[in-house]
């Protein structure tokens, strides 16, 4: 045997046989190891009290002068370090060395004659096993001292994780995932349904709709996202940010093992719903002041058209008059839809959506908007240095601040023959603000007045919320405070600058968009004549859906009509697979157009469909959670709108045919 390999192990040798202490001890030593011996339970005891003698293993006769090994080790043992020991008894003592296994002996040994050939593998193989169980008790240690330190930073970072399991429908969960859930859980490995259990009944469905999206997938890139309530079984309902990513895949591609990890974001969302609200207040309180002026122009619009169409009944067989007038009431019809578009952009209740907004476009909208409001005797003017002015930014957003400054411009002129100046340019930052405006640039918007002016100390307060210098009864003091708000949020600012008897000008500096300075136009496609399409159609409203028929038919469509949309729903139970196309109202009684797509969807998973809305935005951040092949029609829609978005959804494209064929 190798000397070198035991050099580093000491051993004690607890023995009362002189002779034997000394075979064992030369024995021991010969094969490399350091040993010591004593005769007696009061010498071991000293021994292995003394701190600067450490031993590996101890060598421990049974029968001893002053005791004997069953007494020492269970009175003595644990004070002394419980160091391991392997017990030697004489021929007949089995029992005993069994009792001894009990109470922690690594091993035994029967002092035969021959014992010595046993007693020496004896002592390497429990030294070795000593090892490893400290090195597996060293790993297990540093394994808890990083779960820990994993536990401690989940929480203060305040994530929870899951690793799940997909085949075995279980997960693992950290420490923080029970203290977010309110769950009281096991340790190991715990059932997805039991975590899945406590999401918000009103939630379950759209992540349900999530994850098995998800699973499903086979992109290697993709991730998951959801955010959701859970029910807190003391605190509640609590938002979540829920992320996953695949760590690893089946040889098909599917999702095997998954890593997910929830953020409590309850806080979060509640300032985000205080701020909604207070944006919500501030476009109700701006809408408030604007509505006469939206009805004035609004009835100018209907009288037109009912002016029209009473001249049109009077002389129907003149064809040249029939169609003039049909033309003026399209015209009138639009601009009844532009106003509700406005309306309907300026009060949107959605979250921020960002893009390549063209600030030019967006404050003549505006403009357009005030006009109708104004004084008659109050002239708007615009003054913009460039025809284009693109930014990263919410448009709705951006028209709301617009929209205010512009309105109270107009407050302010009011009782005179007031002059509002609309100007845009390009502008530089005055380094205080902290952005690159050398990489990227800035745009300003400047609204002023010819108004009595903004006394110096009002202006130190004038973007504090709820502050206002309106009478009671006109504003709320959310607009300035609400505008800045946005506008800081898009990183940019919002000053004022005015003089007592001079008016006052408002600036709203936003940066240039970062990566394009060309808004993306709506791409045009090649029409190509159409092949037949079967069409099933569904709107509660019998007027729009008898147009809505009559337009396709034309066009050349084979169409089924409903105006109940259970009814739709018995009957394409049988026949969904002979549609190529379903059009569905969204606001419906009994079942809204959404919720019968996601149906439709379940029994012909192919189908293309449309959603018509009233409200775009608001259906638009639900359009990814409806189904896949499903386009938004904006209501009101001309028969061109009907007919591109059928194209797009069919991925076909259709030749516009005229209706005076």
């Known amino acids: 045997m190798n000397n070198t390999q035991h050099r580093e192990y000491r051993i004690l040798l607890i023995e009362d046989d002189f002779g034997l202490q000394h075979f064992i001890m030369r024995r021991m030593r010969a094969d490399g190891y350091q040993v010591m011996a004593v005769s007696s339970g009061a010498e071991a005891i000293k021994e292995l009290s003394d701190t600067q003698q450490e031993y590996d293993l101890v060598l421990l006769d049974y029968k001893l002068p002053d005791t004997n090994a069953e007494e020492l080790v269970t009175e003595h043992w644990a004070s002394l370090g419980s160091p391991p020991f392997i017990m030697l008894t004489g021929f007949g003592d089995e029992r005993v060395a069994v009792q001894l296994m009990k109470l922690g002996a690594e091993d035994y040994i029967i002092k035969e004659a021959d014992f010595i050939d046993y007693l020496r593998p004896a002592v390497e193989r429990t030294l070795r096993h000593i090892s490893q169980r400290d090195q597996l008790d060293e790993a297990q240690r540093q394994l808890k001292e990083s779960e820990e330190r994993l536990n401690l930073a989940l929480h203060t970072a305040g994530i929870a994780v899951w690793d799940i399991n997909l085949p075995e429908q279980h997960a693992y969960v950290c420490e923080r995932w029970r203290e977010i859930s309110g769950q009281s859980l096991p340790r190991g490995p715990i059932s997805l349904g039991l975590l899945h259990a406590v999401i918000h009944s009103e939630d379950r469905d759209y992540f349900q709709r999530r994850w098995s999206n998800f699973i499903r997938q086979t992109d290697s890139k993709r991730h998951f996202e959801a955010a959701f309530r859970i029910v807190h079984a003391e605190s509640g309902d609590r938002w979540i940010e829920n992320q996953g990513i695949v760590v690893l895949r089946e040889p098909d591609g599917r999702p095997r093992r998954i890593i997910c990890t929830f953020n409590d974001v309850t806080a979060k969302m509640r300032v985000r719903e205080?701020?909604?609200?207070?944006?919500?207040?501030?476009?109700?309180?701006?809408?408030?002041?604007?509505?006469?002026?939206?009805?004035?122009?609004?009835?100018?619009?209907?009288a037109a058209i009912i002016g029209y169409n009473e001249l049109t009944q009077r002389d129907p067989?003149?064809?040249?008059?029939?169609?003039?007038?049909?033309?003026?009431?399209?015209?009138?019809?639009?601009?009844?839809?532009?106003?509700?578009?406005?309306?309907?952009?300026?009060?949107?209740?959605?979250?921020?959506?960002?893009?390549?907004?063209?600030?030019?476009?967006?404050?003549?909208?505006?403009?357009?908007?005030?006009?109708a409001v104004v004084a008659e005797h109050t002239l708007i003017e615009t003054y913009y240095e460039l025809d284009k002015a693109v930014i990263d930014a919410d448009s709705g957003q951006i028209s709301q601040v617009i929209t205010n400054l512009l309105n109270n411009a107009a407050h302010a002129v009011k009782d005179v023959r007031g002059v509002i100046q609309v100007r845009i340019r390009e502008t530089v930052s005055d380094q205080r603000n902290g952005y690159d405006e050398d990489r990227y640039g800035f745009f300003c918007v400047e609204v002023q007045d010819n108004g009595?002016?903004?006394?110096?100390?009002?202006?130190?307060?004038?973007?504090?919320?709820?502050?206002?210098?309106?009478?009671?009864?006109?504003?709320?003091?959310?607009?300035?405070?609400?505008?800045?708000?946005?506008?800081?949020?898009?990183?940019?600012?919002?000053t004022v600058t005015s003089e007592v008897g001079h008016g006052a000008c408002f600036s709203v500096i936003l940066p240039k968009a970062r990566h394009s300075t060309v808004v993306k136009e709506k791409k045009k496609t090649t029409p190509v004549t159409p092949s037949a399409?079967?069409?099933?159609?569904?709107?509660?409203?019998?007027?729009?859906?008898?147009?809505?028929?009559?337009?396709?038919?034309?066009?050349?469509?084979?169409?089924?009509?409903?105006?109940?949309?259970?009814?739709?729903?018995?009957?394409?139970?049988?026949?969904?697979?002979?549609?190529?196309l379903a059009i569905c109202d969204y606001n419906m009684p009994h079942l809204n157009g959404d919720k019968l797509i996601s149906i439709l969807h379940e029994m012909h998973p192919q189908l293309p469909c449309v959603l018509v809305t009233g409200n775009m935005d608001q259906q638009q951040a639900k359009l990814t959670d409806i189904a896949p092949f499903t386009k938004l029609l904006r209501k009101p829609y001309s028969h061109e709108e009907l007919m591109e978005v059928i194209s797009e959804a069919t991925l076909t494209d259709f030749v516009s045919q005229e209706f005076a064929e």
């Open 452 to 494: 009595s002016g903004i006394p110096l100390n009002i202006q130190e307060r004038i973007f504090e919320p709820f502050f206002s210098t309106k009478r009671k009864g006109e504003g709320t003091g959310l607009g300035l405070a609400t505008s800045q708000g946005i506008i800081g949020s898009h990183g940019g600012r919002m």
């Open 274 to 302: 205080m701020e909604d609200q207070l944006r919500r207040a501030q476009r109700m309180d701006t809408l408030g002041s604007l509505a006469g002026g939206i009805a004035h122009d609004f009835n100018n619009v209907l």
């Open 533 to 580: 399409l079967r069409i099933l159609l569904v709107d509660d409203e019998i007027a729009l859906t008898e147009v809505t028929t009559q337009l396709l038919i034309l066009h050349g469509f084979e169409v089924d009509a409903y105006h109940d949309p259970v009814q739709a729903l018995e009957y394409c139970k049988s026949t969904c697979e002979e549609y190529d």
């Open 317 to 371: 067989e003149n064809v040249e008059f029939v169609l003039s007038n049909a033309d003026h009431i399209s015209r009138a019809s639009q601009r009844a839809r532009e106003i509700i578009r406005q309306v309907l952009l300026f009060s949107r209740l959605t979250n921020p959506e960002i893009t390549k907004v063209d600030l030019v476009e967006v404050v003549n909208e505006s403009v357009d908007f005030i006009r």
